[in-house]
């Protein structure tokens, strides 16, 4: 329900626009693996992964549980609190892993973490975290890079300029867009998997990074 909503909203806030690699239908259970440059960018993957009939989990910072009715509606959705820095952090791998084994696709945020800039630019994904190459390790899922740009647009900077931007978007239209890069399996290696999915990633990014005029290095 709450998923539904927010990808019925989110086409108020800009121009979407949704390019893929993938030939063929995925298997249940495949893991996705998107850069994260905005508070925003979680609804805009998950509204252009809809478009697709995909519809993920989502893997996410635990303070949105703390949040009143948000923390119960991402709860009934299905969707992972990742406890970073605690020592819970490892069960939203098992989550996730569970989550795969039952047939759901799992969105998870390669860095793990927001940028510190405030600029509304895009840039390359920062160094990713070893748990996507784990997770990939444990359950043999396939994974799938998307690469976004546009959402910083919507809402970047201090709190009051997100406030500002979120407000001004349905005005201002910003164009997002995502790319969807070739399905692919990460080698066995932890460390290898780590910078082959931040590779792909990095490459879809630069994808959507054109589309939205963007000129990524």
């Known amino acids: 329900m709450f998923s539904r909503a927010v990808i019925a909203l989110t086409p108020f806030f800009g121009r979407l626009t949704v390019t893929s690699e993938i030939k063929l239908r995925l298997p249940a259970g495949t893991l996705f693996v998107a850069n994260h440059d905005s508070m925003a960018d979680p609804a805009v993957v998950m509204t252009a992964l809809r478009q697709l009939e995909l519809e993920p989990v989502v893997m996410a910072t635990a303070g949105l549980w703390r949040i009143p009715l948000l923390g119960r509606a991402l709860s009934r959705d299905g969707h992972i609190p990742v406890h970073r820095r605690t020592a819970h952090a490892a069960l939203a791998l098992d989550a996730a892993a569970e989550a795969l084994a039952g047939g759901r696709h799992v969105l998870l945020y390669g860095e793990g973490r927001l940028p510190r800039r405030r600029d509304a630019a895009a840039t390359a994904p920062e160094p990713f975290r070893t748990g996507l190459a784990r997770l990939a390790q444990a359950t043999g899922a396939l994974v799938v890079p998307v690469g976004h740009a546009g959402a910083r647009r919507i809402a970047s900077g201090s709190a009051a300029k997100q406030l500002a931007g979120t407000l001004t978007a349905p ?38 990074a054109r589309a939205v005029g963007e000129h990524p290095r």
Do not use: D, I, K, N
Not at 171 to 181: A, D, I, N, T
């Open 171 to 208: 005005v201002r239209r910003p164009h997002c867009h995502v790319h969807l890069g070739a399905p692919m399996r990460l080698p066995a290696e932890t460390e290898r998997g780590t910078a082959a999915a931040r590779l792909a990633v990095t490459t879809a990014w630069r994808t959507a």
